[in-house]
């Protein structure tokens, strides 16, 4: 079969490779949608000791597809059901895990391999993390599961309530399912951006206002451009930071109301630290929360959107390209061309 092999940095190959086979409690796969995200962008770009410990490795990690196998003791699925997986399942066991924190587990299991024409789901996935999906649910609109699940888990530490304004810094594909989410739990929400087509899209998505920060440099100058659009001038109830610099941090956290909560959601290049006025944190009472990653609930709950119609894979999809384009892909979305593609195989 055909499946995308990773190098190294900007090294990435389309190869003839072997198909795998399941072993005990896993099943096999043939993935019928494919989709890009900004980790695999970052991956590409410098590598992810993690995600690739070794090299070279399999590449991608969000896809639907068709049961084509299943292993020694599976029962919970069959040959022909349709599919969609998340890309890790925690351990169950370690500090972490028992204590409720399984987004932290100490041994996750990764998944992998989505860029191919088949792939084998470990055992750990399969029981806790895989799921049937119905003849309703396109396989490119479930492809997305894994996104979607850490955004679940963005909401469920943000308090969102009915009735608030909700400041999202960021309008790629995560800010762009924070708007979706917001919007059913009922707030108000305001988006900022500076890419006036990813701003459109977020207003054809609800958004009540979109702030355009082009020019503007300092997260203090981004914040106060947005806060006008806030009730009273004072700030978001809630901000979200769905970008990933240190800058962005500061801007959301700055653009609170008294009392409000920032949700730090865009994982940052490494030991990139980010200022916070300490005075402000004490007065204000400002309540702010580092996100990462999902946990099997967060990955249930995502599935119920997708398989409900309450949330629309297909939103955040750019355009659906065959599998020999995953380079030109990952190019496009590094000059801000697309937000997300959808490989078919």
Not at 235 to 247: F, K, N, R, S, Y
Request: with cysteine; net charge negative; aromatic share 6%.
């Amino acid at each position: 079969m055909r499946a995308y092999m990773f190098y190294g940095p900007g090294d990435l190959r389309l190869e003839d490779v072997s198909e795998g086979k399941p072993g005990p409690g896993e099943i096999a796969v043939e993935i019928k949608a494919a989709a890009t995200c900004g980790t695999d962008l970052k991956s590409y770009r410098r590598g992810h000791p993690t995600l690739f410990p070794t090299l070279p490795a399999r590449f991608g990690h969000e896809f639907a597809g068709i049961v084509t196998e299943v292993g020694e003791g599976v029962e919970k699925f069959q040959v022909g059901q349709r599919v969609v997986a998340a890309n890790t399942a925690p351990c169950g066991s370690c500090w972490a895990c028992t204590i409720g924190r399984e987004s932290l587990c100490e041994n996750l299991q990764y998944l992998n391999g989505a860029f191919a024409e088949q792939i084998v789901v470990p055992k750990a996935i399969v029981d806790r993390n895989t799921y049937a999906i119905p003849d309703t649910l396109a396989f490119e609109a479930a492809a997305p599961l894994e996104p979607l699940s850490t955004v679940v888990h963005g909401m469920n530490e943000s308090e969102i309530r009915l009735g608030d304004t909700v400041v999202i810094n960021g309008a790629g594909p995560i800010g762009q399912m924070f708007l979706k989410l917001a919007q059913l739990r009922g707030a108000t929400v305001v988006v900022a951006d500076r890419s006036e087509g990813r701003l459109e899209q977020a207003k054809k998505a609800g958004a009540a206002v979109t702030v355009n920060l082009t020019g503007l440099e300092t997260p203090e100058e981004c914040a106060a451009a947005v806060r006008p659009y806030t009730p009273g001038g004072r700030g978001a109830d809630v901000a979200i930071e769905a970008v990933g610099l240190p800058q962005v941090w500061e801007q959301t956290v700055l653009g609170l109301r008294p009392g409000g909560v920032a949700v730090l959601f865009g994982g940052t290049p490494k030991n990139a630290p980010f200022t916070l006025n300490s005075s402000d944190m004490h007065y204000k009472e400002y309540t702010i929360k580092g996100v990462y990653h999902h946990q099997p609930r967060f990955v249930e709950i995502a599935v119920g959107l997708l398989a409900s119609g309450k949330f629309d894979g297909m939103s955040l999809v750019t355009e659906v390209r065959p599998l020999e384009a995953l380079v030109d892909s990952l190019e496009d979305m590094s000059k801000g061309l697309g937000s997300k593609y959808i490989l078919q195989p």
